[in-house]
T-cell receptor, first 113, second 113 residues
Framework: GAGVSQSPSNKVTEKGKDVELRCDPISGHTALYWYRQSLGQGLEFLIYFQGNSAPDKSGLPSDRFSAERTGGSVSTLTIQRTQQEDSAVYLC???????????FGPGTRLTVT | GDSVTQMEGPVTLSEEAFLTINCTYTATGYPSLFWYVQYPGEGLQLLLKATKADDKGSNKGFEATYRKETTSFHLEKGSVQVSDSAVYFCALRHTGANSKLTFGKGITLSVRP
């Protein structure tokens, strides 16, 4: 079946602009995670959604970052007023439920110029 | 907080050489441990996992044993192939509510013919 998909695959934006990154999880997966992969910080957790529960936003680095998940499926990660340090690969993962294996999407490479 | 430490890289080996990639962790509770692999141009894939002490995870000729006494999860393979060239990440899954993954910084393995 289809895996986790993310769009766009690459995004170049100017400093100060807002960007939206999209994640389509595997159908039926109730848990969804966003991670960020950057040269300086490695792979780090950003936010977690589980069903209709309030998301765990404990990994978001600043209030410029936000995410939502509509209808328990598609998720959008929004970065406002982008900075150069936001340049990274943003990865989305989904799983059937909380303790089960996470399947990763191919990522969105964000470059802030 | 919880953390994962991997040996510094990169690592370059000749085909059929023995591979060991060290990984140690710090965690509260009893986390599950994982090795993920990222092949060039591809997304993160789960390579193997172990969910409790003394468990051995194995896949594609790779093995790792969950050692609680040394808080380690070293990855080994008896005979590497050129196709094993990739970035390898050690990770732990928290036992808390969100089951987020905490990753090591990753290590690049290059295998020469």
């Amino acid at each position: 079946g289809a895996g986790v998909s993310q769009s766009p695959s690459n995004k170049v934006t100017e400093k100060g602009k807002d960007v939206e990154l999209r994640c389509d999880p595997i159908s039926g997966h109730t848990a969804l995670y966003w991670y960020r992969q950057s040269l300086g910080q490695g792979l780090e957790f950003l936010i977690y959604f589980q069903g209709n529960s309030a998301p765990d936003k404990s990994g978001l680095p600043s209030d410029r970052f936000s995410a939502e998940r509509t209808g328990g499926s598609v998720s959008t990660l929004t970065i406002q007023r982008t900075q150069q340090e936001d340049s990274a690969v943003y990865l989305c993962a989904s799983s059937i439920a909380r303790p089960y294996e996470q399947y990763f999407g191919p990522g969105t490479r964000l470059t802030v110029t | 907080g919880d953390s994962v430490t991997q040996m510094e890289g990169p690592v370059t080996l000749s085909e059929e050489a023995f591979l060991t990639i060290n990984c140690t962790y710090t965690a509260t509770g009893y986390p599950s441990l994982f090795w993920y692999v990222q092949y060039p141009g591809e997304g993160l894939q789960l390579l193997l996992k172990a969910t409790k002490a003394d468990d051995k995870g194995s896949n594609k000729g790779f093995e790792a044993t969950y050692r609680k006494e040394t808080t380690s999860f070293h990855l080994e393979k008896g005979s590497v192939q050129v196709s094993d060239s990739a970035v390898y990440f050690c990770a732990l899954r928290h036992t808390g509510a969100n089951s987020k993954l905490t990753f090591g910084k990753g290590i690049t393995l290059s295998v020469r013919p």
